[in-house]
């Protein structure tokens, strides 16, 4: 039977180059410099190692740096597409189900596929590589041997990782615990570094014998210093890769993640006290703004992307900024008393991507509705923006009460302005959302925790824009601080509420007229469905 392999490769790459490179001139120059920007400083990265490894005289030192920074390829390949919810493209098993590609080729394929998270690092390989062969005192047969067999090696493991959480977070409840977890884990280093190791890890890396470990081995391999116990660990390493991800590969080949991730779910109680909160928008204002809002929420806490972001934003912030707010000698020692605010607009970021950029995402082909109901599209943006205010207020509002429980520094006054400061900043994020979730319209997978609710040129974009959105807010606290006046504080984020209103104003206003405009191209967008590469 013939390799559909190469088919499929060549349908990946189309994807990629759709993905990253925006439809007319201007927005493909945007994706290509954007690209161009990002590998070329791993390319550059790849370039100096080479002319450091390509060195005669390093010989010796090369011998104790060259496992360290293969360790580093190792753990960015295989840790970074976790921590970042971005795990590159897979197989839709689902749908490639249906030809008749033997286990061995649809595996082959996801080994393949992995290299979309490994491409800084393959890039990284190839400096070391060249660098190496480019050495007369190192043999070049080994550097090739130990670098392809060590790029294979982390192929497998990936592949393997990857099946495993697909087919864990299948499940409703360990997927968001599990998610939740590796999320928080991105934290560890940071705490880590106050901290320091715990003494038991600490005396275990002391004490476990470097050479059992396979970057150790690739090393001395690809440095022509080998003995036969190095060929051993790097084969025994590549050989458990390939039965692990193999292994994990069949597993989730069999089993049904629609069954997995159904659950039979309670019925609420007309007097339950959730639901009583979602009936509040009833009671405060008139239909249809009302059951939109309604709506809103109850779909946007039954969506496992948005409960993880949630509540992240009032943990993993507190992760993030503690151990800086207790360093001595760090600027955010003499700002203790902002850390309320600093924590909510790092959350308010965190949030911004489910509730800000791409509103229509979660509804996908349901977005139709919209067209099809007596409500205007005005009243329905209208009502998606007040859902956000609601998330943002429920988020401070935790964020508060976690400052509280762990005492810190924070008073009335504070928390005050931090409700003020994210209010103000959804004014702009809110303006700035209602117009990029119609430019960069995108269909999301609601049960889907992982990954970005933007494409990746307009998140970049949001990314640039926020600090342009938050201007208004800052030059309010530069302003306090040069006149010390609580009083010429408050005077600027009143100009900044009035400026952020008139914003909002006028780009909902916009964005209804673009909705009305372009009608068929964003519920084409939103409709469309997932091809075989997910």
Same mark, same amino acid.
């Given at each position: 039977m013939p390799s559909r392999i190469p088919a499929v490769l060549w349908a990946q790459w189309r994807i990629l180059w759709n993905l990253r490179l925006a439809r007319g001139s201007g927005g493909r120059l945007v994706g290509l410099a954007l690209v161009v920007v990002w590998y070329g400083l791993w390319t550059a990265l790849a370039a100096s190692t080479a002319v450091v490894l390509a060195d005669p005289a390093r010989r010796e030192a090369m011998g104790a740096a060259l496992p360290w920074a293969l360790l580093l390829v190792f753990g960015y390949w295989q840790l970074t597409p976790v921590f970042t919810a971005s795990l590159g493209a897979s197989l839709n098993l689902t749908k490639v189900l249906i030809y008749p590609i033997p286990e061995r080729q649809l595996f082959a394929l996801e080994v393949l596929l992995r290299v979309t998270t490994g491409v800084e690092m393959?890039?990284?390989?190839?400096?070391?590589?060249?660098?190496?062969?480019?050495?007369?005192?190192?043999?070049?047969?080994?550097?090739?041997?130990?670098?392809?067999?060590? %790029?294979? *090696?982390?192929?497998?493991? &990936? !592949? @393997?990782?990857?099946? +495993?959480?697909?087919?864990?977070? #299948?499940?409703?409840?360990?997927?968001?615990?599990?998610?939740?977890?590796?999320?928080?884990?991105?934290?560890?280093?940071?705490?880590?570094?106050?901290?320091?190791?715990?003494?038991?890890?600490?005396?275990?890396?002391?004490?476990?014998? %470097?050479? *059992?470990?396979?970057?150790? &081995? !690739? @090393?001395?391999?690809? +440095?022509?210093?080998?003995?036969? #116990?190095?060929w051993a660990v790097l084969g025994a390493w590549t050989l458990a890769a390939y039965l692990f991800g193999r292994w994990q590969f069949s597993r989730t080949l069999r089993v049904d993640a629609a069954a997995a991730g159904s659950a039979p779910r309670p019925v609420p109680r007309a007097g339950a006290w959730t639901d009583r909160l979602y009936r509040l928008p009833v009671r405060l204002l008139p239909d249809p703004l009302a059951a939109l809002v309604e709506k809103e929420l109850r779909s946007l806490f039954r969506t496992p992307r948005f409960r993880l972001v949630f509540l992240m934003g009032f943990t993993f912030g507190f992760l993030i900024w503690v151990p800086l707010w207790r360093t001595e000698s760090f600027i955010f020692r003499r700002a203790a008393e902002d850390f309320a605010v600093l924590v909510s607009v790092y959350a308010l970021l965190l949030l911004s991507e489910v509730v800000f950029w791409?509103?229509?995402?979660?509804?996908?082909?349901?977005?139709?509705?919209?067209?099809?109901?007596?409500?205007?599209?005005?009243?329905?943006?209208?009502?998606?923006?007040l859902a956000a205010a609601v998330v943002v207020v429920l988020e401070a509002t935790m964020i508060t009460a976690a400052c509280l429980l762990l005492r810190m520094p924070v008073t009335a006054g504070k928390i005050l302005e931090a409700y003020a400061v994210l209010l103000i900043l959804s004014l702009f994020l809110t303006a700035a959302g209602n117009l990029s979730s119609l430019y960069w319209a995108r269909p999301v997978d609601p049960d889907h925790s992982w990954g970005r609710t933007s494409r990746g040129r307009s998140h970049a974009l949001m990314v640039l824009v926020f600090p342009l959105l938050s201007l208004p807010v800052l030059l309010a606290y530069v302003a306090r601080h040069v006149f010390q006046s609580q009083l010429v504080f408050l005077g600027g984020l009143a100009v900044a509420t009035a400026l952020g209103a008139l914003c909002y104003r006028l780009a909902l206003g916009a964005a209804a007229g673009l909705a009305e405009r372009q009608r068929e191209d964003l519920l084409a967008v939103l409709t469309a469905g997932a091809g075989p590469l997910a």
């Open positions: 393959l890039l990284v390989l190839g400096g070391i590589t060249l660098g190496l062969l480019l050495n007369p005192a190192v043999p070049g047969a080994t550097v090739l041997v130990a670098v392809t067999v060590f %790029a294979l *090696l982390n192929l497998l493991l &990936a !592949a @393997g990782t990857r099946s +495993l959480l697909e087919r864990l977070v #299948a499940h409703k409840r360990m997927r968001e615990a599990l998610v939740f977890l590796l999320v928080l884990a991105v934290a560890l280093p940071q705490v880590l570094a106050h901290t320091g190791l715990p003494r038991f890890f600490a005396s275990w890396l002391a004490h476990s014998p %470097a050479g *059992l470990w396979p970057w150790t &081995a !690739a @090393g001395r391999v690809a +440095l022509g210093a080998s003995t036969a #116990a190095d791409n509103v229509f995402g979660f509804d996908r082909a349901a977005a139709q509705l919209y067209y099809s109901a007596p409500a205007r599209l005005r009243t329905v943006l209208a009502a998606k923006n």
